[in-house]
């Protein structure tokens, strides 16, 4: 990485870090709706809000604005936060999984997760599409491709936020050697500093139970690491990455995936980093 490249993604990661902290700051002084449209409450009864999900998504879109990611980031990570958000406020918990909502669909019942998954898949193209028009890319399939990554990573970002800092530790191990790594994009470089620096100022309160990303910041951060992979690989890498989502979804549905985690030495240690013992997941509304 150059030291130009360097010092624009690291202005990215710093202000998608206070963003995310001036957001969040913002919205417990105004929450709008009132302080207990943004609660829920933990197994052990404690309150957990949501407002660390739309300040991740402030936060981390302002640092890929501030660092020239542009329109991309802007639309997968304020996309996917909208329609997370949707099924924070207004969804109930009658249909999960992605055949619960399918199956909900075919019974012509509209969940607010079936209106997600097909606002997270155009939302998802629109980004792809954004990022090989700004890199003079060509070819319809990969652009497809790659929107179907962006809108599944936004997925499997949600289906892992089951227990307190989770997701954020998923998201700085991806963006991490997207944004420090050598080659790649101004664009993927830039997106994956500024999700990296919001899910760091986050994890603290999240790790220690007070906060949740939600479904509003769980879609918003996948779908910013997604589309900092996009904007790193061509199309034969895609089909991996989609191939590995697609599989890791349709596992979702037979498998849990905190009983793998937490029967897998190595993978439990890690997921358990950093959080207190009175850390309990809190009641969410999943794809």
């Known amino acids: 990485m150059t030291g130009r490249r360097g010092g624009t993604v690291l202005a990215a990661f710093t202000m998608g870090a206070l963003g995310s902290v001036v957001a969040a700051r913002v919205l417990r002084g105004r929450p709008p709706g009132g302080v207990e449209q943004w609660t829920r409450k933990s197994f052990s009864g404690r309150p957990v809000t949501l407002f660390e999900g739309p300040a991740y998504a402030v936060g981390a879109v302002s640092g890929a604005l501030a660092g020239g990611a542009g329109a991309p980031a802007a639309v997968a990570g304020l996309?996917?936060?909208?329609?997370g958000a949707l099924d924070d406020l207004a969804g109930d918990s009658a249909s999960k999984g992605l055949r619960g909502h399918l199956a909900a669909a075919g019974r012509g019942e509209l969940t607010t997760g079936a209106i997600k998954i097909v606002g997270l898949g155009l939302t998802g193209l629109l980004a792809a599409r954004m990022v090989d028009r700004s890199a003079e890319r060509t070819g319809a399939?990969?652009?497809?491709?790659?929107?179907?990554?962006i809108a599944g990573s936004a997925n499997i970002a949600n289906l892992l936020d089951l227990r307190p800092g989770r997701t954020l530790k998923v998201v700085l191990l991806l963006a991490a050697p997207i944004a420090g790594g050598s080659g790649g994009t101004h664009l993927s470089a830039v997106t994956a500093g500024s999700a990296a620096g919001a899910a760091v100022a986050a994890l603290p309160a999240d790790l220690a139970g007070r906060s949740m990303l939600g479904d509003t910041g769980a879609n918003s951060a996948g779908a910013l690491v997604g589309t900092a992979l996009v904007a790193r690989t061509g199309p034969r890498a895609r089909l991996l990455a989609l191939a590995v989502v697609t599989a890791l979804?349709?596992?979702?549905?037979?498998?849990?995936?905190?009983?793998?985690?937490?029967?897998?030495p190595g993978l439990r240690e890690l997921d358990a980093l950093g959080r207190p013992p009175a850390a309990q997941q809190a009641p969410r509304r999943s794809l």
């Open 79 to 83: 996309g996917a936060a909208a329609f």
């Open 141 to 149: 399939t990969a652009t497809l491709v790659g929107g179907a990554v």
């Open 249 to 264: 979804t349709l596992a979702s549905e037979k498998v849990s995936f905190t009983a793998v985690i937490e029967s897998t």
